[in-house]
Structures are given as structure tokens and as C-alpha cells.
């Protein structure tokens, strides 16, 4: 029961946490932004189930292979594609959360 709660959580609180400390004057154009790596959990629907709570999604997704993960990490470097890239990584970061809470 607790553990979709704490998916989400993860996944919208971190986010805001890093828009807010990080982008004061233009949190809520960065907060979008970043929620933008949400959609990477579309990858999902290839997989059957589509949602599994016992199933961690990183290394499973082709989404969230080590692969897809080094190049969301050079993403980071260049300007325009850094906030996209801390989206995706917030994103990795509290899959690996849950993955160890499992
Ligand atoms: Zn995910």
C-alpha cells in the first residue's frame, strides 16, 4: 500500500526540492521541465506486466539500462540539455530508491 505512495513521492517532491533551491526565480518553469522525465516511465508499457511492485525498473527498461543512464549523465553538461538531464537522473535516482526498498 505505502510503496506507490513512496514511488510518487519520490518522484514529485525531489524534483521541486531541486526547482525550488536551485531555480528560485524560475522554479515552476523548471519543476515542468524536470516532471519531463516522467515520461520515461512510458517504457513501462513494453514491458508485461505493465507495472509489477516487485520488479525493480532499473536495468529492466530499456529506458533505464546502464546505457540509457551514462547518456542521461552527458546530458548534464551541456546547458540547454541540463535540466531535461536532472529530470531524468531525479528520475533514475528515486528508482534506485525504490528499488531499494523493495
Ligand atoms: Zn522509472
Do not use: E
Amino acid at each position: 500500500m505505502l510503496q506507490p505512495i513512496a514511488h510518487y513521492g519520490i518522484h514529485l517532491l525531489a524534483p521541486l526540492f531541486v526547482a525550488l533551491v536551485f531555480y528560485k526565480n524560475k522554479w515552476q518553469q523548471a519543476f515542468l521541465i524536470m516532471l519531463a522525465g516522467m515520461l520515461i516511465d512510458l517504457d513501462h508499457l513494453l514491458a508485461t506486466p505493465i507495472f509489477d511492485p516487485n520488479r525493480c525498473s532499473i536495468g529492466f527498461h530499456p529506458l533505464h539500462s546502464s546505457f540509457a543512464i551514462t547518456f542521461y549523465l552527458f546530458l548534464l553538461i551541456p546547458k540547454k540539455s541540463r535540466l531535461v538531464a536532472l529530470g531524468l537522473v531525479i528520475h533514475i535516482l528515486a528508482d534506485l530508491v525504490d528499488c531499494a526498498l523493495m
